[in-house]
Nanobody, 124 residues
Framework: QVQLAESGGGLVQPGGSLRLSCAAS????????IGWFRQAPGKEREGLSC????????YYADSVKGRFTISRDSAKNTVYLQMNSLKPADTAVYSC?????????????????WGQGTQVTVSS
């Protein structure tokens, strides 16, 4: 069964860090571009970052550039999102998904595999 599962969310103080994991089962993440997204209550889903399967090229949205880092561990079949300098505005449900490649993108038709999401809350 094909599945993506996010983990690593939680409550963190402003300025803190979290590392989210996106683990795959039933397929190899190395064969797919993977994207990270978030959706806050009452807001549209926002594409944050993606990593290509072809050359490991990476994209970051302006809102997270310089603070978030995406990476892939093929041996663990997992993609990570390291989040530093977190702000209350980063509070949202974070999800990973397989995304179009060549280069990777977090916009447009996103009808690949999705995880269930993990809650990140940034608050003092």
């Amino acid at each position: 069964q094909v599945q993506l599962a996010e983990s690593g969310g939680g409550l963190v103080q402003p300025g803190g860090s979290l590392r989210l994991s996106c683990a795959a089962s039933g397929f190899s993440l190395a064969d797919y571009a993977i994207g990270w997204f978030r959706q806050a209550p009452g807001k549209e889903r926002e594409g944050l970052s993606c990593i290509s399967s072809r050359d490991d090229s990476i994209y970051y949205a302006d809102s997270v550039k310089g603070r978030f880092t995406i990476s892939r561990d093929s041996a663990k079949n997992t993609v990570y999102l390291q989040m530093n300098s977190l702000k209350p505005a980063d509070t949202a449900v974070y999800s990973c998904a397989t995304v179009p490649d060549g280069p990777c993108t977090v916009v447009g038709d996103l009808d690949g595999y999705w995880g269930q999401g993990t809650q990140v809350t940034v608050s003092s």
